[in-house]
């Protein structure tokens, strides 16, 4: 996770789904939460994007209204491109500008054909959505911003179809991380529960539990992927690079590791099965658990080891522990195991990866706002603790 000014980021030399599919024609969007440095080289026109619309990183990582404890960050900003064009912006009204911005990348004039990625800052905390969909909501303000969401995919999905161009666009939904869980959060002074649930699983957002790790992903392209098809092979998000620029007849670099793989077979074929072999749960660099296509092996859980076998497969709330009764398997998951600490390395043996590509980092990194008691947002947002 990276933070307001700080001097980490992707550095240049990565090369993204956006940069491989406009070297194949494409024109790219990006929308939305980015989280992977907001120091100028760090940012999606610098990774492959012609252009960018939102916030740099979460949402919560701008001044509070009435959470003294949020000063240390700056006022959020709103960028396009590179620029901040806004300071502390009305989140309640942010879903429906990202969604007329899509509009607007989509009915773009052009021949090319267009990858967008919309990245909403919902369901993250703090919660700031607008009355009309809190009306509709029965769960409080993580229902309306669920709503919300609901709202612009239809948007975007009618629009679509009114441009013909629904029978020849691929549409990717899914998350980054399960559900927080039910909390009371410290934003605004509200004492309010909030979040989703993760059951069946175990565990929520922050955890190598399943409720932390595992999330729903639809795919929907008319003609090629079945409808209603229901998929339980393990796939992850980073399997969406080598897919789709295959799909799209992009070149994926051949000078370094992509570690996601073509999913194609899965996503055209009932049958078919995921190349992956293995899954690993990482929290920050420490490797907490593996799993194979039956069983999730666990190793610790910060800095406790825990001995924990679950068949994941037959018991996906990971509640009965096996670990005894298959020594076999425990030893075939910890010898996998051994070779990702070698590879991607593991702060909890001590592992150094050794085909693990440096972070980019900047000298004297900037924030890219300043508190400005002057400035007008001091007065208009910090005191409407309903706006963000």
Not at 149 to 154: E, L, N, R, V
Not at 211 to 227: I, L, S, T
Request: proline share 6%; hydrophobic share 35%; aromatic share 10%.
């Amino acid at each position: 996770m990276l933070f307001p000014g700080q001097g980490l980021g992707l550095p240049p030399s990565e090369i993204s789904i956006a940069k491989v599919l406009s070297d194949a024609g494409y024109r790219t969007q990006m929308i939305g939460k980015w989280h992977c440095g907001d120091q100028p080289g760090f940012l999606p026109t610098n990774h492959g994007f012609d252009n960018y619309f939102g916030l740099p990183y979460s949402n919560d990582m701008g001044r509070q209204a009435n959470t003294p404890d949020w000063a240390v960050y700056p006022p959020l900003p709103l960028l396009s491109d590179e620029k901040v064009i806004e300071q502390q912006p009305d989140q309640s009204l942010l879903t429906e500008r990202y969604v007329q911005e899509a509009i607007n990348f989509i009915r773009a004039d052009s021949p090319k054909p267009f990858f967008l990625y919309l990245a909403h800052m919902y369901v993250h905390l703090p919660i700031y959505v607008k009355q009309e969909f809190l009306d509709k909501s029965g769960n409080g303000s993580y229902g309306a911003a669920v709503e919300s969401i609901d709202w612009a995919t239809s948007v975007i999905m009618d629009e679509l179809q009114s441009l013909g161009l629904d029978e020849n666009t691929i549409v990717i939904f899914t998350s980054d991380n399960g559900s927080l869980g039910n909390v009371i959060p410290p934003f605004g002074g509200r004492q309010e529960l909030i979040g989703g649930s993760n059951l069946p699983l175990r565990g929520a957002k922050g955890t190598t539990w399943e409720g932390g790790q595992r999330v729903p992903a639809m795919v929907r392209w008319k003609g090629k992927v079945e409808a209603g098809r229901v998929c339980d092979e393990l796939l992850t998000a980073m399997d969406f690079y080598p897919t789709l620029a295959n799909i799209c007849g992009a070149q994926i670099p051949q000078d370094r590791i992509i570690d996601g793989l073509d999913a194609r077979a899965v996503w055209f074929d009932a049958q078919a099965q995921s190349q992956h072999e293995h899954f690993v749960y990482y929290r920050a660099n420490g490797l907490e658990a593996i799993r194979n296509r039956q069983y999730k092996l666990h190793f610790g859980k910060g800095k406790e080891n825990v001995y924990e076998l679950y068949d994941i497969v037959g018991d996906v709330s990971e509640s009965t522990n096996v670990y005894d009764q298959f020594p076999a398997v425990v030893a075939s998951l910890t010898a996998a195991a051994n070779h990702y600490r070698q590879t991607l390395g593991d702060d909890r043996t001590g592992s150094v990866g050794t085909q693990v590509r440096p972070i980019g980092r900047v000298e004297n990194p900037q924030p890219l706002t300043r508190f400005d008691i002057n400035h007008p947002y001091a007065i208009a947002e910090y005191d409407l603790s309903d706006r963000g």
